[in-house]
């Protein structure tokens, strides 16, 4: 059965919020078209959900100025605006997303000590949400994708998704990237197609 996942198309990725993507809104049409028609069994959405002191945060890193490269958990970490912070407007799906059409919300970045931009996993590999469980609960076995942002919860996600053994189309109408280096977008966009994305 293809499930329909929605990725984090939250208010604080939308244009006003305070983790903006560029022209993040216009990806609410499209996953509102896709949802509305016959061709998928389930909906899921995924949620940015962060305490509000979640080590992903440059307020949570002296001197560190959001867009600063930092570690978390041993990783590299880009440090970001407080964003989606649970309880807050922010952090609620956007307006335009039908929450009756949905079979699930699936939380991430719950954990300060990690960040997560993948759906499945947090980038340590330490822990997993409930997403696979979700899925595979509602019978999906393979995943339309749109949702924010292109080349960072989008491309984790999918390549995840791959590596599960989703096999994943994903929408290009209905995705866009943060580009903070230029081209990030369309480098993730040719890493899902190399691991296997259909990309349409």
């Known amino acids: 059965m293809r499930g329909l996942l929605l990725i984090d198309i ?3 990725f939308l244009p006003g919020g305070a983790l903006a993507v560029p022209r993040g809104d216009e990806v609410i049409a499209v996953a509102s078209r896709l949802a509305s028609s016959a061709a ?3 909906i899921v959405a995924t949620q940015d959900f962060h305490p509000a002191d979640h080590g992903s945060f440059a307020s949570q890193h002296t001197g560190k100025a959001p867009y600063s490269q930092g570690e978390l958990a041993g990783l590299p970490q ?3 605006p407080d964003h989606c912070v649970e309880g807050t407007r922010g952090a609620e799906l956007a307006d335009g997303i039908d929450r009756a059409r949905l079979a699930a919300v699936v939380p991430k970045g719950t954990d300060r000590t990690i960040d997560s931009y993948s759906g499945f996993f947090d980038n340590a590999r330490r822990k997993k949400t409930p997403l696979e469980d979700t899925l595979r609960g509602l019978g999906v076995t393979s995943l339309d994708v749109v949702g924010l942002a292109t080349d960072y ?3 984790a996600t999918v390549l995840d998704a791959l590596e599960l053994g989703f096999p994943v189309r994903v ?3 209905g995705i866009r990237a943060v580009d903070l280096s230029e081209g ?3 480098r993730a966009i040719d890493a899902m197609r190399a691991a296997g994305a259909e990309i349409v």
């Open 10 to 12: 939250q208010n604080d």
């Open 40 to 42: 998928y069994g389930a």
């Open 78 to 80: 880009t440090l970001w």
């Open 153 to 155: 919860c989008v491309k």
């Open 171 to 173: 929408h290009l109408d």
């Open 184 to 186: 990030d977008g369309a």
